[in-house]
């Protein structure tokens, strides 16, 4: 069975450094998502891609946050620098298309720590 | 206001016991209806998904839906400590998910 892939699981760093997160979605699915999950709540949309394209980011904090899917396959979420705020679980999910009958699959996740 | 209500729990019950786990919401425009487990430090993992008002069963669970009280529910039965986990509910209105925060369910052997 297809799955998302993530990588690293997890991350240590210290604040005011970048880190940087991969995904790689299920093949064939066009629409990519980045959520933040923080302990003991639900997944927070970070940025929605559609092939390449962003077509959410409304609550990606753009003055540290950047994401990007140039070939409209796998992504890169990075965040520079760090602060001890972002520490959370990061899921990537992808989904076949923006259709209104699909659902979406979520990867295992990298948690973040930042000290 | 929230557009997905759901209660954080904890709760936990004996093995083999009938779960019913609840989602409330205020969005008319939700079309579609999820359900995931997340275990511990993993991933969120599709359960249920559904489109339409009524039930729908996958062997232990079954999923509800109620768009007039704007109400879902996940029931499980014969519950196992497998199950233990949060359940989150999702929804989606063809353009945007929304997630519950998560019910925490302990399923005591």
Known sequence: EAEVAQSPRYKITEKSQAVAFWCDPISGHATLYWYRQILGQGPELLVQFQDESVVDDSQLPKDRFSAERLKGVDSTLKIQPAELGDSAMYLCASSRDRATQETQYFGPGTRLLVL | ?109
Do not use: H
Request: with cysteine; glycine share 8%.
């Open chain 2, 1 to 109: 206001q929230k557009e997905v209500e759901q209660d954080p729990g904890p709760l936990s019950v004996p093995e083999g016991a009938i779960v019913s786990l609840n989602c409330t919401y205020s969005n008319s425009a939700f079309q579609y209806f999820m359900w995931y487990r997340q275990y511990s430090r993993k991933g969120p993992e599709l359960l249920m998904y559904t489109y339409s008002s009524g039930n729908k069963e996958d062997g232990r669970f079954t999923a509800q839906v109620d768009k007039s009280s704007k109400y879902i529910s996940l029931f499980i039965r014969d519950s196992q400590p497998s199950d233990s986990a949060t359940y989150l509910c999702a929804m989606n209105t063809g353009n945007q998910f929304y997630f519950g925060t998560g019910t925490s369910l302990t399923v005591i052997p």
